[in-house]
């Protein structure tokens, strides 16, 4: 290796911008949540360009630290001062791993829909009708994510999950599923599409969301799946990790 040629590289000037943003937002200059000041005010008050300040602030976002909402400006994210890493391979439900916000809400509605070709993949069963589910988080009355779910009616009536109580619904697919459940397969994929039921409904980012695509099976029935979770995770929101071993 030719460290002679090493030594003659520069340091970019963004990188120096880059750490001296992370470290005012280290020391709580700018907390959890906040907005940065606006660009021009950002770049004159650290004696910069803006072209200099939107490389480091592209730097900050890649890195997961700040987000650029279109016509707002930039926000340091939530997550900045978690310290557990999210690992999606340890089973639990992928949105609270992979969604930087926590929820104060979370509406769930649900209809009975005839069997389709695509349930009985999914499912990999028959079944005379499905339960389909929607679950809609919020935080401040703002809707933040968004999950829709398939599940057999043999499911339901092997679990006895009673259809009108939705608070022991809720529970079963936010937690108690994943208490029971032996493995899942996730796929992910990027959408610029979310059809939710009720078009009154506003989904925050949702032209540009991390689908997750989850078959969750138990114990029990290892061969058919509690469950099939779509959950749509904004990707201004997101925070996806997955960790790789050597076999």
Do not use: W
């Not at 439900?93 to 999914?122: A, G």
């Amino acid at each position: 290796m030719n460290t002679k040629q090493l030594d003659k590289l520069k340091r970019p000037l963004y990188i120096n911008v880059y750490d001296e943003l992370l470290l005012q937002i280290s020391k709580g200059e700018y907390h959890a949540g906040s907005q940065l000041p606006s660009e021009p005010d950002l770049a004159r008050k650290l004696g910069v360009s803006r072209a200099t300040l939107r490389q480091a602030l592209v730097l900050l976002q890649d890195d997961g630290l700040v987000r650029n909402v279109r016509g707002k400006g930039n926000f340091v994210l939530e997550s900045f001062n978690k310290q557990e890493d999210v690992q999606l391979e340890k089973l639990s439900n992928p949105m609270h791993k992979c969604h930087i916000s926590t929820f104060d809400q979370i509406d769930v509605h649900y209809r009975l829909d005839p069997e389709t070709e695509h349930t009985k993949q999914v499912l990999k069963r028959d079944s005379s009708e499905v339960l389909a589910l929607e679950r809609l988080y919020r935080k401040e009355g703002k809707l933040l994510a968004y999950a829709f779910t398939f599940m057999s009616m043999q499911t339901i009536e092997s679990l006895s999950l009673d259809l009108n109580n939705k608070t022991q619904l809720l529970e079963f697919l936010e937690n108690e599923a994943y208490v029971d459940a032996n493995h899942s397969n996730i796929e992910i994929r990027f959408t610029h599409t979310v059809n939710l039921a009720d078009r009154k409904e506003k989904l925050i980012g949702q032209n540009e969301c991390f689908l997750l695509l989850e078959a969750l099976y138990s114990i029990t029935e290892p061969n058919y799946p509690l469950m099939y979770n779509k959950f749509y995770i904004p990707q201004q929101f997101s925070n996806i990790k997955l960790n790789a071993f050597k076999s």
